[in-house]
């Protein structure tokens, strides 16, 4: 088995991808997806294993370049990775890779290529196709359809995984239709999305053969270099005045603004956090009472709610409650912070739960904003329900 | 669905257009990015987006308590250049940067087409 490289995915797909087994990315026009098939390609060299990269639409000489953008460097695993060129036929360039076709619009020259690197690789390896729209393009919609399934049939043979990059061009509706539900072993859509008010790109598991896992759509961004992150438009921080919601919010964050006087917040904190393959953005609202129409309006489309409680003052418990439901948070994947527990008197989780009358369901974790305590270890119970495995 | 985010970004870019316009965003209500058109990438356009949703809704709700209405705009002007936040429509607001010397009496006519624009896609 192989893992995809990729946040979340994994889990999806119980682990990764079975050797002999094949996976499609198939991308909507406009989207970044591309980068899917190279992650799980670099994420599977990092891991030592062989890799086949099959060259249809950029040059080999330029492919390093490509990945470098993302901050993979294919150099230090030079050993491993094989590259079948079949560019350099199309521009009638002279080719320095080992395995080369010669005419890459001919299907059974591509065919007798690919064939001959599975059989002849060692060991299982992963085998990456740069784009299948593109040999789709260049040599037939059926003569590429009868080629995938020959490949795929090798792959099951020599225990290779197949990866495969498409991006979904107006081709015949019976072309699409073949690959979204009949080729492969496993089909990840990769789109756009503009829903509500969340406008971004989305991947989701429409087919697993091996996993019974459903399918959730997750957003995500490409980051260069870092490449994909699971990406949380907003995350609402809440609380009551003086929990230490501000401080909360800074410390999580690789980049922070607040708009605070004498003290206070007044209107609004964001941060921004990159962590372990997750992207968010996080909105901190003011305490006080008199802030409250702001917080309504700061909260819609929250994707998940951290509360942050000062643990030494019970009396603001109330207060907690009131703006979980100011911010709409019943519903929402919720974590509960008891702060300043570093200070004498602070309750411990357990207590603030039974005064407060929290349900089982919902997570207290402790920390001490201002010294950085307990706040990623936050941010990964909060993001793990929000992309809870179903 | 990718073509409302493309039309959105189409009428960013002809607000660019006028003429002292550097930077312009698209933002949900509550302070969600939806589209931009910001020429250096140093500026984060998505705290740029919550922090002018955050204050065209405080200056609604100021004006809304004192039974004023909602106001049609925000501007703020600096040394360095104005920045005028409008709503387009109940769901998004609109906001635009510009160099301190543009004239707002254009810019003002054209953000308001651009709203009805928006007003009518999203």
Known sequence: MIETGITKLDDYLMGGIPNGKSLVYYIHPGVEGNVFGMQTLYHNLAEGSKCVFIASSSDPLMIKDTFKEFGWNLDAHKENLIVVDAYSGLVGATSNEKYVVEDPESIDSLNGTIEKVMEEL????????????????????????????????????????????????????????????????????????????????????????????????????????????????????????????????????????????????????????????????????????????????????????????????????????????????????????????????????????????????????????????????????????????? | MANVIEMLEKILADTKKVGGVEASVIASRDGLLMASNIPSSSARAETFAAMSATMLGAAETATTELGKGIPDRVIVESEHGKLIATGAGPKALLVVLTDPNAGLGLILVELEKAAEKIKKIV
């Open chain 1, 122 to 390: 060692d060991e299982s390896s992963t085998i990456m196709f740069e784009s299948l729209s593109t040999i789709m393009d260049l040599c037939g919609e059926k003569e590429t359809i009868d080629a995938i399934k020959n490949w795929n049939m090798h792959g099951m043979l020599y225990e290779h995984v197949l990866i495969y990059n498409f991006t979904a061009w107006p081709y015949e509706p019976e072309t699409l239709d073949l690959i979204k539900h009949e080729l492969f072993d496993a089909v990840i859509t990769v789109g756009g999305i503009a829903e509500r008010v969340i406008f971004g790109q989305y991947f989701g598991v429409l087919k697993a053969e091996w996993s019974d896992i459903e399918l959730k759509s997750m957003l995500f961004r490409v980051l260069r270099p870092g490449g994909i992150r699971i990406y949380i438009p907003k995350i609402v921080v809440t609380g009551p005045y003086n929990a230490g919601k501000s401080t909360f919010v800074h410390a999580l964050s690789t980049r922070a603004v607040s708009v605070d006087r004498i003290g206070t917040t007044v209107a609004l904190d964001h941060g921004h956090v990159d962590h372990k393959g997750f992207s968010a953005d996080i909105f901190g609202t003011p305490g006080q009472e008199r802030f409250d129409p702001i917080i309504k309006m700061l909260s819609g489309e929250a994707m998940g709610i951290f509360l942050v409680v000062d643990s030494t003052n019970t009396k603001d418990f109330v207060r907690a409650k009131q703006m979980l439901e100011i911010t709409k948070a019943y519903g929402l994947p919720l974590v509960v912070i008891a702060n300043k527990q570093d200070q004498s008197g602070a309750l411990k989780p357990e207590d603030i739960r039974s005064h407060f009358n929290i349900p089982e369901s919902v997570q207290i974790l402790p920390a001490v904003a201002d010294k950085g305590v307990g706040v990623f270890e936050a941010f990964e119970a909060l993001v793990d329900k929000i992309t809870e495995v179903a």
